[in-house]
């Protein structure tokens, strides 16, 4: 009975969706404030409707209620009630249903909040929103609906992917739609200013918290997602260029360039067409990335051939949506009068050849993540491109981004006369030159890359803290700088401390495979690891083998236990292995249990691994999403300063 | 400037209509004809990729007295890792044996990559020059081929298998040699 409720809540929705799209619009056109009105309530009801479907779902799994055929295909019985809430969202339907429930819950926001934003231009932007809820509603009552019933009802469900069944992995996709989704806020805003040819600082101000609340969200879903490959996976790495990792970068890259191109519009009304653009391009790449990992043509382009409908039917959407913002770009686009202008040397020309660096990595994942598909497409024959082709694209280009992400904060908005630039450039530059001669003098193990690396990661560092430095070492000016000041302050800050963990891990990582018996002993990276032994046990939903290491540094050292685990997860029939870490410092050492000899079941293939400072990754990335959400703190009082 | 303005528009038509080709087409670009279909299989011999395991040869291959699958695979390539689960349950249903070739690879990574992602090898030889793979007429990997117990390639298929790929176009091709 809920989930005829939540499935009927479901297509009310989508009636209610068509109306928000029409009704306020037309309004808007015809300046009707009663139509106009209609859309606030019309986005809070729809929130509530989804909402209520949601749930629905939600309390089907809960229950494993199997007459439901989404939950017999991806839930079990005997599978900790955690993992049943998530695996809501581990199916294609389910997490359809979460996008677009995320994409109501910004629009909830955007409605409900007292906001100074004029009312033409939200009741724009809530039909606009609209419309994108209602074509993602129809996808889900037409082709991906997961209220389904099953008759008659088999007694047991298939299970969830057990690789699925971790706590990061169920919080990392409702993280990172939030982000992919509320980038549609910009969207709809750059729409909206379309219609209205209007683009100027005030439409940046309001925007701009929107940008940055969605792109918080993305660097965290991120950050979760590439902490579970690391861990999970126990690959090694954190990192794999896989399409699926490429397909959150790419709307991130462009973001990030959003943010700062939004904020030029903003102070200086600068670069007006291209924010506009930016913020369709933004969303296309957040729709292109879930049509990516939800239409499966990721893992073989034939898998549409199974279930042409959905890929046809995202697809269209994703042609309709960006093609009709690109169409309306291309119609109104001209009329929009062109930006301030500026010097070269000023914060806005630093914050365009940031857009410009931006783009270039955005455009080169890009590249490298459909070329592959689109050659298979067209039958030209099948190619990988894995991390060689990212890491000879992208590092060179790392330098002169490191560089620039320095200079750009010392640089005033307009004009900066290169005096000034080259007085404020000597300190940092010089505390560089000092770390470089260091370097030379003690020179660090590794490529000529990792010492370029790190000098490029210690540049941003003392370029950022001297332009601190230079702008609150008087007390009074500590209280009168923006909030979004010391929001990025932390962010770029975080950005070095990302790439010295990244160069850190890359260039010094050791590991070793092995195969070792119960008992034997040996060295690896100066530590001596002794396998004492394999003991089984039995886990909520699985069983499982525990091995016992024992890891010391020298004869005194108490040293540190490390206990992988081999998993089996007897619904689905999948082995799994589950790594152990151990955190020393920024270090991580961490051991991998893998296949026994089959002549000696005392005898096991083991890996071990050794990331010097690679908790940086995790730490750089916090402080980058932490910057973020600092600048997001009273955005009002930026205007006095 | 005015034509400029649609260029984001035909960009997006280009990609769509890319991504479009397979979809509506709908045919099977997996079915690709293949000159060793009919031959024997090429001489070759390769060092196992594993510690420990036997080398593979084709003075061996030829004989076995049942028909076997012979898989191109590299450590580095998505689709097989997608691939494996797959070849590991068909493996030990059906009891076909499966011949792997480890393409281009390091035996560091597939070492790692079989202990991870499962191994349903017979054997597996190492490849890193990809000179035996270019006698047997592959471009890419993942291929596999089906192998009578004469040394005859039966069939050639490209890309990932995948269950139904299995069902449909593997499984037809071995009962017929029965």
Redesign the interface.
Same mark, same amino acid.
């Given at each position: 009975m809920i989930v005829e409720l939540a499935h009927f809540a479901l297509a009310l929705a989508l009636v209610l969706s068509l109306m928000l799209a029409t009704v306020p619009m037309a309004g808007a056109a015809k300046g009707r404030v009663a139509w106009m009105a209609l859309a606030r309530p019309m986005a809070i009801s729809l929130c509530g409707l989804v909402t209520i479907a949601l749930l629905g779902l939600v309390h089907a799994y809960a229950l494993s209620d199997f007459s439901v055929l989404n939950v017999q295909q991806n839930s079990h019985t005997l599978k900790p009630w955690i993992y049943k809430i998530t695996g809501v969202w581990g199916n294609h339907e389910g997490s359809i249903l979460l996008w677009a429930w995320m994409l109501t819950s910004w629009m909830f926001f955007l409605a409900a909040r007292d906001l100074a934003l004029p009312a033409g231009l939200r009741a724009r932007v809530l039909s606009l929103m609209g419309l994108v809820v209602a074509g993602f509603l129809s996808y889900i009552l037409v082709a991906s609906n997961p209220f389904l019933r099953l008759s008659p009802a088999p007694r047991e469900g298939l299970d969830l992917n057990p690789v699925l069944q971790d706590p990061l992995l169920a919080i990392h996709p409702p993280v990172l739609y939030a982000g992919y989704v509320g980038f549609s806020v910009a969207f709809c805003f750059a729409l909206a200013a379309l219609i209205e040819k209007k683009v100027d600082p005030e439409w940046a101000e309001q925007l701009r918290p929107w940008v940055m609340a969605a792109w918080v969200f993305m660097t965290l879903g991120i950050m979760l997602g590439a902490t579970w490959a690391y861990y999970e996976?126990?690959?090694g790495g954190f990192w794999f260029w896989?399409?699926v990792e490429n397909a959150s970068l790419m709307p991130w890259l462009a973001g990030t360039a959003l943010l700062h191109s939004v904020a030029a519009l903003q102070k200086r009304g600068a670069l007006k067409i291209w924010t506009v653009?930016l913020c369709?391009?933004t969303f296309?790449l957040s729709l292109l990335g879930t &049509?990516l990992v939800r239409s499966g043509?990721l893992?073989?382009?034939?898998? &549409?051939?199974?279930d042409?409908t959905r890929?046809?039917f995202i697809?269209v959407l994703?042609?309709l949506t960006?093609?009709g913002a &690109?169409?309306m770009?291309?119609?109104r686009?001209?009329q929009i009068r062109i930006g301030a202008s500026f010097r070269p040397v000023s914060r806005e020309g630093a914050i365009l050849l940031n857009n410009v660096f931006l783009f270039t990595f955005c455009a080169t994942v890009f590249m490298g993540t459909?070329y592959p598909? &689109?050659l298979?497409?067209?039958?030209l024959?099948?190619?990988?491109v894995?991390a060689p082709y990212f890491t000879a694209t992208l590092t060179p280009l790392l330098i002169p981004f490191a560089i620039l992400m320095g200079l750009g904060p010392m640089l005033a908005w307009r004009e900066t006369l290169p005096g000034t630039l080259s007085r404020r450039v000597l300190v940092p530059g010089a505390l560089t030159a000092l770390l470089a001669l260091a370097v030379a003098l003690m020179p660090l193990p590794g490529r000529p890359f990792t010492v370029v690396m790190f000098l490029a990661a210690g540049w941003i560092l003392f370029a950022t803290l001297a332009d601190f430095y230079r702008k609150t070492h008087r007390l009074t000016a500590l209280r009168s700088l923006p909030p979004a000041y010391y929001g990025m302050v932390v962010a770029h800050a975080g950005f070095a401390v990302l790439l010295i963990g990244v160069t850190a891990a890359t260039s010094w990582n050791a590991e070793k495979?092995s195969w070792m018996t119960v008992g034997e002993r040996l060295s690896f990276t100066g530590r001596e690891v002794s396998f004492l032994g394999v003991r089984p046990d039995i886990g909520r939903n699985y069983t499982l083998e525990r091995a016992i290491f024992r890891v010391t540094e020298g004869a005194d050292d108490p040293g540190y236990y490390l206990q992988p685990e081999k998993r089996w997860y007897p619904t689905q029939e999948r082995?799994l292995?589950e790594t152990a870490l151990h955190l020393d410092g920024f270090d991580i050492t961490y051991a991998v249990l893998?296949?026994q000899d089959k002549e000696n079941p005392q005898r096991r293939?083991v890996?071990l691994y050794h990331h010097p400072l690679i908790a940086l990754v995790l730490a750089g990335a916090l402080m980058i999403a932490a910057g973020g959400l600092m600048s997001l703190a009273k955005p009002r009082r930026e205007k006095s300063a | 400037m005015k034509a400029g303005a649609y260029m984001p528009l035909i960009l997006l038509a280009i990609i769509v209509a890319l991504f479009a080709v397979p979809l509506v087409q709908g045919r099977d670009p997996a079915i690709i004809p293949s000159a060793m279909i009919g031959k024997p299989l090429p001489d070759f011999v390769l060092p196992p990729a594993l510690p420990g395991g036997a080398p593979l040869e084709s003075a061996k291959l030829r004989q076995a007295d049942r028909p076997y699958l012979v898989n191109f695979f590299a450590s580095w390539c998505l689709t097989c890792r997608a691939e494996q689960a797959v070849l590991a349950a068909y493996a030990r249903e059906s009891g076909v044996l499966v011949y792997g070739i480890d393409y281009k690879d390091t035996r560091k990574d597939v070492s790692r990559w079989l202990d991870a992602y499962g191994n349903p090898f017979a054997a597996v030889g190492f490849d890193d020059t990809g000179r035996v793979a270019i006698d047997w007429g592959v471009y890419g990997v993942p291929e596999t081929f089906v192998v009578d117990s004469r040394g005859i390639i039966r069939y050639k298929h490209v890309g990932p298998l995948r269950e139904e790929d299995i069902t449909r176009l593997v499984r037809p091709v071995l009962e017929k040699l029965k």
């Open positions: 996976l126990g690959w896989d399409p653009l369709i391009l296309t &049509f043509i893992t073989s382009v034939h898998s &549409f051939a199974s042409p890929g046809i697809l994703l042609g960006a093609g &690109f169409l770009y291309g119609l686009a001209p459909l598909i &689109f298979s497409a067209l039958e024959g099948s190619i990988s894995g495979i082995e292995s893998g296949d293939v890996r | -």
